[in-house]
């Protein structure tokens, strides 16, 4: 096992200079330069200014030089000065050691990212068991309308209407930021109580669809097991149907269900940007969509260079979780 995960580390290293190449060639191809964000709308700029700004940010240099000078910087951790007027460095943007942890941007995407993923599989996976072992029943025939309208409902229009319910006509649960302005001088209990309060819509909406996807995939994955013969040769020697079902089916019933656990580990920061967006959470998704509007290179890079890892860290995941749930992929 030891052996099989150095091999994949290794293999991550070409894989991950190859998405940051593509990455940054699309990132270039995109209209407009950094340097339009602080000039069109000014108009003292002169054309030598404008050239002064593009050598400055080393974009008067070719596509592949700049390419070679940003890979210089990240081989040491270094991703850059921002293209924004802060000029601040982009590590110390997304990880502001100024900042309390729990309020730092990279925490609070992971935060939220995590509490969904697990509340996502805590309830997708029963659902998705009793929907396959209870065919066409009534909780089957419900749970199917439930799955449909998730898939069915765009994500920030449901957000919307949760935030005019709980949030205007019902006024308990806040409809924007990770925090209440009063937050400070509140006491302990208190800020822990503030905090999950703003955590519950945005957990709720960034789980929905998925709760939907991950209990339909289960069902499926399980009516396959359920009808395999070593499967009804337990049940022929009289062992009760849980253990049939959560002993000896579901194992084998989860390997679908971990290839889409390793593709959602990206999607801790790719997620985040539409629902960050709406509900107005200073994350990572609101940090990636601020720095496209803006054209901030360097950040844009950054948060993509960290979504193909998290990507590929997410398959490599998937795969030990195979070889944890199947001893016959152990073995091989």
């Known amino acids: 096992m030891l052996t099989y995960l150095l091999k994949r580390l290794l ?55 700049q390419y070679w000078m940003w890979m210089k910087r990240v081989v040491k951790l270094d991703f850059g000065e921002s293209f924004t007027t802060d000029r601040r460095p982009v590590m110390d943007k997304i990880w502001d050691t100024k900042l309390p942890l729990i309020d730092r941007r990279l925490f609070i995407t992971f935060l939220i990212n995590v509490l969904s993923t697990v509340l996502i599989f805590l309830i997708a996976i029963p659902i ?10 009534l909780f089957d025939k419900i749970s199917t309308v439930f799955v449909f309208t998730g898939f069915a409902m765009p994500g ?14 019902l006024d308990v649960l806040p409809i924007s ?56 040769t337990a049940r022929a020697k009289g062992l009760p149907d849980a253990t ?39 994350g990572m998704g609101q940090l990636f969509y601020m720095s496209v509007m803006m054209r901030d290179y360097p950040m844009v890079m950054c948060i993509l260079t960290i979504g193909g890892f998290l990507t590929l860290v997410g398959n490599m995941v998937a795969d030990i979780g195979y070889s944890l749930a199947d001893p016959r992929i152990r073995a091989k």
């Open 177 to 232: 930021g990770f925090k209440s302005m009063e937050y400070e001088s509140l006491s302990l209990s208190g800020q822990i109580w503030d905090r999950t309060k703003h955590l519950i819509l945005p957990v709720f909406v960034s789980s929905f669809g998925g709760l939907a996807g991950i209990s339909r995939y289960m069902r499926s994955s399980m009516l396959e097991v359920i009808k395999q013969d070593y499967i009804m």
């Open 11 to 65: 293999e991550m290293i070409p894989t991950l200079i190859g998405i940051t190449l593509i990455s940054f060639l699309i990132l270039q191809l995109a209209p407009g330069k950094p340097t339009d964000v602080l000039t069109e709308m000014n108009p003292k700029i002169t054309p030598e200014a404008r050239e002064r700004l593009e050598k400055l940010y080393g974009l008067d240099k070719p596509i592949m030089t």
């Open 128 to 137: 998705g068991i009793s929907s396959a072992t209870h065919q066409n029943s």
């Open 244 to 282: 049939v079902i959560y002993k000896h089916g579901l194992r084998n019933a989860l390997l679908p269900i971990i290839t889409i656990l390793g593709l959602s580990v990206p999607g801790l920061i790719g997620g985040s940007v539409i629902f960050e967006q709406v509900f107005g959470i200073p």
């Open 156 to 169: 920030f229009w449901f957000a919307l209407l949760l935030m005019m319910l709980f949030g205007i006509y």
